[in-house]
């Protein structure tokens, strides 16, 4: 469905050094810099696949979902989206997919989103009885009965998210790419949004990229992950795997009747945190099922549970690996 | 803040501003074009003086006359109006309201900083000047000199007050662009700019002298081009500086009221 | 082909629906953009008042006759205001807000998209004002235009129209270049108001740019003089040619703005 070979985007910023001497310089003459925003990546992805983009600020993802969409052209490398090039922005090839991009959206801003949807729906050329059916089926997953006919400006901001995704869902494209589509929206607002990107996927077959910051987006969402660093893509597989090989370690959390002694916790593996109430360690999978027997043997436990560490964490660690990799290369 | 603390921290203030306007390249470009309205107007009124002179201005009075225009708008321009609008609309007035400086102190500062640039586009204009017409129209008396520099000075307070003026006007009804227009057509008429004030048909000319816009452009470049003696030159500065006391008082009021408004309201 | 017409067709009313929607919200702004209009029209009046106030001609025209050139400066004003500036306006606000991205992701041509989105008719309240104007002007030359002329005045007002809203493109497609855009409306409204004057009264290189390069002289000179009578077939000609060139190399530059904004951007 999607396949990028050798991507690389490049392009230039003029910097401006500080003072006034060099500003005014900088009026005759200024000193090119290249930013290799992505250099070289290659992925494929199939329909109907969810795949999230992860990577620190500044990665690159953010211009792959630009280059995929065709609003950027790529520097140098091969990208096809469904058969089509990007680049040439088909007219066939824009009526399947769709940007959604978190902080900006196409809703007019002093129309109700109904304007939005019925003028989406004029240049889709989306056929009336279907334009109907999704518009009812998209009202009500998204519960936007009360919303659509006030003026987007007078809505918040998990309401304005809500109708921006409808309007970008109007005419039904088969690839989806969400720009960190929940950034700042409330928890039970993202739940939501996340739960009907989910279903859209199952009912229709859409293809998902996804980029996030919230690892609980991509957990929910995302099976396969790509991750990219600095514009090279440094891993491409499933999640849980990418979890096992960065923190091969499980959490452990014990809720204890009784506060337990440092002795009696030694040797267990490592303690994350440790107060009255609970105790937490950090210890790797084949040792797990040990200490947990040990653990019921020896304190006086209410309730234990075994976690993956928090994605947060894993992801931190990932980043950080990557940066010290390239300081050491550096 | 203090006056002392704000004398201090000028010299930063002006730096800043002028790397700021000298950030752009492309922006420089389009302004100093869009500033070239009087060059268009003396080839207008250079084919019109042709056959016979229009008053007491013949080709080279008019050449005189839209070069000195030129380089004393470019000494005299402030945009504080669409500034303040701009800022009132995006609400990052607040930043401005949140530093311990005034803000209208801030503004000038701006303005006043991006003057070395706008000398260098009329520095070779004034040369031109120079070269095509000589000295004959210049002012001889260092005092005439001294009422020129006052009156540049009195000009651009009066442009600088005015906007400020119909800027605070944004804080109550949001942007007050749409003033501005009608007060700009009024400058660009009234003030000297596109025609001399001395060739209004009569009763024109009594409506000019008591509007402000004359005292903008008009009288520093009557001034340049030795249209006054002394004596009268004092009488036409006093009644300038008249209007910018005038200015300088209903603005104070204005932005002092606004701002009670703007911060009862939040903008 | 048909089909394309009769799509673009209909996204053309779906944006006019839009348009007037929004209007009907602000109301008020309405009379007083008219207002401020038309005083702006009347008060740029006077320094034409200053040149024939004492002499019968310039450069050969009356000052009947130059009203009429004034007139269709006017004319063009009001199609700028209601037709033109308030959709390019909110280019420049989709550039700065980023939000043209959206604009570009769309499956219909960018240009048409961006040029139809605010249609504000009730803002021209200038048109009556020039009709006002060609009515005082040619009351006072005692004469009134042609069929003929008429006729070559309505050709010449489709071409002057298309001239317009290229010069506008052009300038839009600057926006690109430039972070801060403000002085673009500023450049653009000072160059365009050389045209309230016949282009006879610049002289030499002047008149070459006002002819050839921005050509104002084919937007307000040439059609004042068809209604005049005194325009050569060769004029008229050049004239819509001119306009349509004019109008490819508007779209050419708009077209590689787009494509640069693409290749140097993140």
Known sequence: ?330 | MSARSTVRALPTLVRVGFAEAIAYRAEMLVWVLSTTMPLIMLALWSAVAADAPVGRFDQRDFLAYFLATFIVRQLTGAWVAWQMSFEVRTGTLAMRLLRPLHPMVSYAVENLAALPLRLVVALPVAMLALLLLGTARLPRSPALWGVWAVAVLGGWLITFLANALIGCLALWTGSSIKVMDVWLVAFMVFSGYLVPVELFPGVLRTLVAWLPFRYQIGFPVEVMTSAYDLPAALGMLARQWAFVLAFLGLAAIVWRRGLRRFAAYGG | MMHTLLRYLRLFRVQVRSSVLLGMQYRADFLIDGAVSFFWTTTALVPLFVVFHDRPAVAGWSFAEALVVVGWFTLLEAILEGAISPSLTAVVEHIRKGTLDFVLLKPADAQFLVSTARFEPWRSTNLLTALAIWGVAFVRMGKWPSLLGLCAAVVLLASATLLLYSLWILTVSAAFYVVKVDNLTNLFNSVFDAARWPVQVFRGVLRWIFTLVVPLALMTTYPAEAMLGRLSPLALTGSVVGACAFAWVSRRVWLGSLARYASASS
């Not at chain 1, 990208?79 to 007219?91: F, I, L």
């Not at chain 1, 009912?203 to 609980?216: I, K, V």
Request: glycine share 8%.
């Open chain 1, 1 to 330: 469905m999607i396949s990028v070979r050798g991507l690389r985007k490049h392009y230039t910023v003029y910097k401006r050094p500080p003072g006034l001497l060099a500003a005014f310089g900088s009026l005759f003459r200024r000193i090119p810099t290249a930013v290799k925003a992505v250099d070289g990546i290659s992925f494929d992805i199939g329909r109907g696949e969810r795949v999230g983009f992860l990577g620190p600020n500044g990665a690159g993802k953010t211009t792959t979902l630009k280059v995929l969409s065709g609003l950027l052209y790529p520097s140098s490398g091969e990208v096809r989206v469904d058969g089509h090039v990007p680049q040439r922005r088909e007219e066939a090839f824009l009526k399947k997919i769709m940007l959604v991009m978190g902080q900006k959206q196409q809703l007019l801003w002093d129309l109700p989103p109904s304007e939005t949807f019925a003028l989406n729906r004029a240049i889709y050329e989306v056929p009336e009885p279907e334009y109907r059916r999704r518009l009812a089926e998209l009202t009500e997953l998204l519960e936007l009965q009360d919303l659509v006919n006030k003026p987007t400006r007078t809505l918040s901001l998990g309401e304005r998210m809500k109708c921006e995704l409808a309007a970008a869902l109007i005419h039904g494209p088969k690839v989806l790419f969400l720009d960190e589509p929940t950034i700042g929206l409330d928890v039970s607002m993202q739940a939501a949004i996340r739960g009907f990107i989910r279903r859209y996927n199952e009912q229709t077959g859409a293809t998902l990229l996804l980029t996030s910051h919230y690892m609980d987006d991509v957990a929910a969402l995302c099976p396969r992950v790509i991750v990219i660093d600095k514009g090279t893509l440094s891993y491409d597989g499933r999640l849980d795997a990418l979890v096992r090989r960065i923190r091969p370690e499980k959490r452990v959390v014990l809720r204890l009747d009784r506060p337990a002694e440092a002795r009696a916790l030694e040797g267990m593996g490592k303690v994350v945190s440790s107060d009255a109430a609970q105790v937490v360690l950090q210890i790797a999978q084949d040792k797990v099922s040990g200490t947990v027997a040990r653990g019921l043997a020896t304190l006086s436990v209410r309730d234990l549970t075994v976690e993956d560490p928090p994605l947060e964490e894993v992801m931190s660690e990932l980043f950080s690996q990557g940066r010290t990799r390239t300081e050491t290369a550096a």
